[in-house]
T-cell receptor, first 110, second 111 residues
Framework: EAAVTQSPRNKVAVTGGKVTLSCNQT?????MYWYRQDTGHGLRLIHYSYGAGSTEKGDIPDGYKASRPSQENFSLILELATPSQTSVYFCASCGGYEQYFGPGTRLTVL | QQKVQQSPESLTVSEGAMASLNCTFS??????FRWYRQHSAKGLEVLVS????GEKEEGRFTAHLNRANLHVSLHIREPQPSDSAVYLCAVSVNSNNRIFFGDGTQLVVKP
């Protein structure tokens, strides 16, 4: 069964600290995406990837880096976390007409 | 860049009455549309996927797509209080391109 998993599911970080959010998909999809969702808003695209080794900037990439070391894994990296990055983060994989989302990671930066 | 707008921002209906949600998009070449339901900032539950003009029904949920009018809607038949959630419209040009989301409609179903 197609699946996208995220880890951790919840994270509390300190301002200035480094945070890595991980995403794994077993769908063999080429495209993967990282979104954030804030209260009262839809999902906004941070970074995406067309395959292993590729990363592209989305609409709100500032303060975030991405890494796609393999087909299955796509990470979102906050080198210097700030309170404004407190949000819920969703990962997704897409291939053909399929779109699958992970369960989300709730990040709080204090 | 694709713009996706949903209306209304919030909607309250009584249990059993039809609920209708709207979504407009700006790129007429879009051909991949989904409606998601999200309970209290939890995960996304796909309700209906539609890829061509017309109607697509999945249980009590029906999507209508009219690409000439840049419009896709969701109709919920006999809504229940458990349907109270945020409904998100997602649009992409093709299945492998970026997915653009609207800001959502908050639906409240009163018993």
């Amino acid at each position: 069964e197609a699946a996208v998993t995220q880890s951790p599911r919840n994270k509390v970080a300190v301002t200035g600290g480094k945070v890595t959010l991980s995403c794994n998909q077993t769908n063999n999809h080429n495209n993967m995406y990282w979104y954030r969702q804030d209260t009262g808003h839809g999902l906004r695209l941070i970074h995406y990837s067309y395959g292993a080794g590729s990363t592209e900037k989305g609409d709100i990439p500032d303060g975030y880096k991405a890494s796609r070391p393999s087909q299955e894994n796509f990470s979102l990296i906050l080198e210097l976390a700030t309170p404004s990055q407190t949000s819920v983060y969703f990962c997704a994989s897409c291939g053909g007409y399929e779109q699958y989302f992970g369960p989300g990671t709730r990040l709080t930066v204090l | 860049q694709q713009k996706v707008q949903q209306s209304p921002e919030s909607l309250t209906v009584s249990e059993g009455a039809m609920a209708s949600l709207n979504c407009t998009f700006s790129d007429g070449t879009s051909n991949n549309f989904r409606w998601y339901r999200q309970h209290s900032a939890k995960g996304l539950e796909v309700l209906v996927s539609i890829f061509s003009d017309g109607e697509k029904e999945e249980g009590r949920f029906t999507a209508h797509l009219n690409r000439a009018n840049l419009h896709v809607s969701l109709h919920i038949r006999e809504p229940q209080p458990s349907d109270s959630a945020v409904y998100l419209c997602a649009v992409s040009v093709n299945s492998n391109n970026r997915i653009f989301f609207g800001d959502g409609t908050q639906l409240v179903v009163k018993p």
